[in-house]
T-cell receptor, first 112, second 112 residues
Framework: DAKTTQPPSMDCAEGRAANLPCNHS???????VYWYRQIHSQGPQYIIH???NNETNEMASLIITEDRKSSTLILPHATLRDTAVYYC?????????????FGSGTKLNVKP | KAGVTQTPRYLIKTRGQQVTLSCSPI?????VSWYQQTPGQGLQFLFE???????NKGNFPGRFSGRQFSNSRSEMNVSTLELGDSALYLC???????????FGQGTRLTVV
């Protein structure tokens, strides 16, 4: 699975959009980009994933660059409850047997 | 739909003892994987089970073992506990293991 690089921390004002970047310059054509978050001492929560097209669900939007070497997770209106560590993970579509490599992630601090 | 359920939520054991943790996956999910989370090492993959068979294993000593039952429920066992085994143990379920996984709240194990 390709490695990812994320900033260690970011701040965001409550009510504003939070844009979390992720670099995955060695991504292969059959690798998906996944985002999870972990609120303190809880289990990681699935947010969204995509292959090459931009994706949106009720939680967030995922923007993947055309060359697929980087992506951005967008939380459109951040709230205090969005304060968490956000993990960007790249992995192949099959044969990985429910295995995710969690790096250090980005600690998002949403401030009032 | 009920989420992933892990029991117990908290556990305190003494060095040298053994412990068994339980995970009930989301109904219909056949893949169950286990992770260990510590402040120093982050989230690390332990192993994955699918249809009662271990398909993948992380880099942990043989003191860590698991099994899966015909109803997809899974248990993990740690024998001869060491202080370093103190961690949050997380279970994640997925329909087949090749898509997004959903995590439980974890079991907080403290070894004294």
């Amino acid at each position: 699975d390709a490695k990812t690089t994320q900033p260690p921390s970011m701040d965001c004002a409550e009510g504003r959009a939070a844009n979390l970047p992720c670099n995955h310059s060695t991504i292969s054509g059959n690798e998906y980009v996944y985002w999870y978050r972990q609120i303190h001492s809880q289990g990681p929560q699935y947010i969204i994933h995509g292959l090459k097209n931009n994706e949106t669900n009720e939680m967030a939007s995922l923007i993947i660059t055309e060359d697929r070497k980087s992506s951005t997770l967008i939380l459109p209106h951040a709230t205090l409850r969005d304060t968490a560590v956000y993990y960007c993970i790249v992995r192949v579509a099959s044969g990985n047997f429910n295995k995710f490599y969690f790096g250090s992630g980005t600690k998002l601090n949403v401030k009032p | 739909k009920a989420g992933v359920t892990q029991t117990p939520r908290y556990l305190i054991k003494t060095r040298g003892q053994q412990v068994t943790l339980s995970c009930s996956p989301i109904s219909g999910h056949r893949s169950v994987s286990w992770y260990q989370q510590t402040p120093g090492q982050g989230l690390q993959f332990l192993f994955e089970y699918f249809s009662e068979t271990q398909r993948n294993k992380g880099n942990f000593p043989g003191r860590f073992s698991g099994r899966q039952f015909s109803n997809s429920r899974s248990e993990m066992n740690v024998s001869t506990l060491e202080l370093g085994d103190s961690a949050l143990y997380l279970c994640a379920s997925s329909p087949r293991g090749d898509t997004e996984a959903f995590f439980g709240q974890g079991t907080r194990l403290t070894v004294v």
